[in-house]
C-alpha cells in the first residue's frame, strides 16, 4: 500500500503545474537580505529562510510581480536588476518554479509585515542560515555570483 501510494504522489507532482514564484536577493553594500517565513502548516518551510517574494499572479510580469510582494510584505520599494537564475523544487504538495533577481533597496528602511525574522548576509554566510529548500539552489547561483 505504501509502495502505491508513493508511486501515485511521484505521479501527481509530475501532472501539477509549477507553481511560479518570484524572489528578490536585495544587496547593500556587500550584504544580501534574508527572510525567515512564519511557522506554518506547510511544515517543511515552516520557520526556513527564504528571499522575499512570492506568487506570480495572472497577467503580471515577473517586474510587477516582485514590486507588489515587497510592497505587501514589507512596505518597501525596491529596484528590480537582473535575473539570477530560476530553480525548480519539488515539495510534498506542490511543485514551485522560482525566478530570483539582483534588487537594490529603495530609500527608507522595511517593515516586517509578515517575516519572522531578518538578517543581513554576506554571500559567504548565507550557507549558516536553515533555508527553504528551494532556496539552497538560489544560494549556490548567488555564491557563484
Ligand atoms: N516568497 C518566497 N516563496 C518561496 C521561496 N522559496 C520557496 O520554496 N517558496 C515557496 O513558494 C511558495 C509561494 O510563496 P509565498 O507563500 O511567499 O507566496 P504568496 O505570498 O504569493 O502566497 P500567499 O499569498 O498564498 O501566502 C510557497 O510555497 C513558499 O514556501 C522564497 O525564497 N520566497
Not at 35 to 55: D, H, I, V
Request: proline fraction near 3%; charged fraction near 35%; charge should be negative.
Amino acid at each position: 500500500m505504501d509502495e502505491i501510494l508513493f508511486v501515485y504522489s511521484q505521479i501527481n507532482i509530475e501532472i501539477m503545474d509549477k507553481i511560479k514564484v518570484v524572489a528578490a536577493v536585495i544587496k547593500k553594500d556587500d550584504k544580501i537580505l534574508c527572510m525567515q517565513r512564519c511557522r506554518s502548516r506547510q511544515t517543511y518551510n515552516s520557520e526556513r529562510w527564504e528571499f522575499p517574494g512570492g506568487k506570480i499572479e495572472k497577467h503580471e510580469c515577473d517586474h510587477e510581480a516582485l514590486l507588489r510582494e515587497i510592497k505587501e510584505e514589507m512596505d518597501w520599494d525596491i529596484y528590480v536588476g537582473r535575473r539570477i537564475g530560476t530553480v525548480s523544487h519539488d515539495y510534498p504538495d506542490i511543485s514551485v518554479e522560482i525566478a530570483a533577481y539582483l534588487c537594490k533597496p529603495g530609500d527608507g528602511e522595511f517593515t516586517m509585515l509578515e517575516h519572522l525574522d531578518a538578517k543581513w548576509l554576506t554571500a559567504n554566510e548565507l550557507p549558516t542560515l536553515n533555508w527553504a529548500d528551494a532556496d539552497k539552489k538560489i544560494v549556490e547561483l548567488i555564491r557563484k555570483l
